[in-house]
């Protein structure tokens, strides 16, 4: 069936790094835009980065460009989050979400790895 | 950056209507998107482009969107569609383009 699997989370202190990926399958994961959407702690959905299918086109919200970078392994049916210089503000459970080319609606969800950051 | 806006909570009795907005500046230019979330669950789509509906999502689902709002509507509200609920638009001028609404909680009463 249709599937993203998030993995990577953790507990990381201020300053420190982490690397989230995302495993796709169930679609061919060439044809999608992934984006990764956080949700801090009783909070609201933040969208944090897009990758176009080919990783030509990159995105980042204004909160986490320069720390943040987002890539994609068409050839794995991968995506990743490299998250550096991390703060507080980063906890979240961050989702990886797909939507495909006709629509900038997010039709497939991971479910989600929580980051917290904390001394 | 572009801002959408709903209301923090709605409330309605099972089998009545519910009407979710989502406030924006000339969104009815813009593709509006929603979400269910229920607690401790990943977002669902439950229409996309203004008004359509993904397979396996109710009819009881619908979207409608002009000048500066949008609206979720919910027809014969059952105590199940409890849950958050977030519009979405693709923001495509600007270079952070991805953004959704603060939310808003559905109770049934």
């Known amino acids: 069936q249709v599937q993203l699997v998030e993995s990577g989370g953790g507990l990381v202190k201020p300053g420190g790094s982490l690397r989230l990926s995302c495993a796709a399958s169930?679609?061919?994961?060439?044809?999608?835009?992934m984006s990764w959407i956080r949700q801090a702690p009783g909070k609201g959905l933040e969208w944090v980065s897009y990758i176009s299918s080919s990783g030509s086109t990159i995105y980042y919200a204004d909160s986490v460009k320069g720390r943040f970078t987002i890539s994609r392994d068409n050839a794995k049916n991968s995506l990743y989050l490299q998250m550096n210089s991390l703060r507080a503000e980063d906890t979240a459970v961050y989702y990886c979400?797909?939507?495909?080319?006709?629509?900038?609606?997010?039709?497939?969800w991971g479910q989600g790895t929580m980051v917290t950051v904390s001394s | 950056s572009y801002v959408l806006t709903q209301p923090p909570s709605v409330s309605v009795a099972p089998g009545q209507t519910a009407r979710i907005t989502c406030g924006g500046n000339?969104?009815?230019?813009?593709?509006v998107h929603w979400y269910q979330q229920k607690p401790g669950q990943a977002p669902v789509l439950v229409v996309y482009?203004?008004?359509d509906r993904p397979s396996g999502i109710p009819e009881r689902f619908s979207g409608s969107n002009s000048g500066n709002t949008a609206t979720l509507t919910i027809s014969r509200v059952e105590a199940g569609d409890e849950a958050d609920y977030y519009c979405q638009v693709w923001d495509s001028s600007s270079d952070h383009p991805g953004v959704f609404g603060g939310g808003t909680k559905l109770t049934v009463l």
């Open positions: 169930g679609f061919t994961f060439s044809d999608y835009y």
């Open positions: 000339n969104i009815g230019s813009k593709s």
């Open positions: 482009d203004d008004s």
């Open positions: 979400a797909g939507n495909p080319r006709f629509t900038f609606a997010f039709d497939i």
